[in-house]
């Protein structure tokens, strides 16, 4: 991979890393005013049907922003790479990862075989 290209994946990273660090930033204030109506809600009555909403609320955005963290720190990990030269190499075989998969994906960890071989490894 030439350094033009590499040029063209930090962009693309700092895009992704850009856009991941807003999306926590909103889910952390969302969740901030969903636990604030939680505890404003009346804890006396435990079938309060907005009290439910609530907690599903606040478990889709912990869980979202469990995502988003893990995402970011794989965007941060791809720097690295890029910085120790080792970006766009599968960190399970060592062979290059192909520019398909670094298109679609562009903090991939390992090729599209390891990464099939182990279907829970996302990245
Ligand atoms: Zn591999």
Redesign the pocket.
């Known amino acids: 991979m030439s350094p033009r290209d590499h040029d063209g994946v930090r962009s693309t990273l700092g895009a992704e890393r850009d856009s991941t660090v807003s999306l926590i930033e909103a889910l952390s204030s969302r969740l901030r005013s969903v636990v604030e109506a939680t505890a404003d809600s009346s804890s006396d009555d435990e079938h309060d049907p907005e009290g439910t909403t609530l907690a599903v609320e606040r478990g889709q955005i912990v869980a979202q922003l469990d995502r988003s963290r893990v995402r970011l720190d794989e965007i941060d990990a791809a720097f690295g790479r890029l910085d120790h030269g080792t970006y766009g190499r599968?960190?399970?075989?060592?062979?290059s990862?192909g520019p398909e998969r670094l298109d679609a994906l562009p903090a991939a960890r390992?090729?599209?075989?390891?990464?099939t071989r182990n279907s829970a490894r996302r990245w």
């Open positions: 599968c960190e399970s075989c060592g062979e990862i390992h090729c599209i075989a390891c990464a």
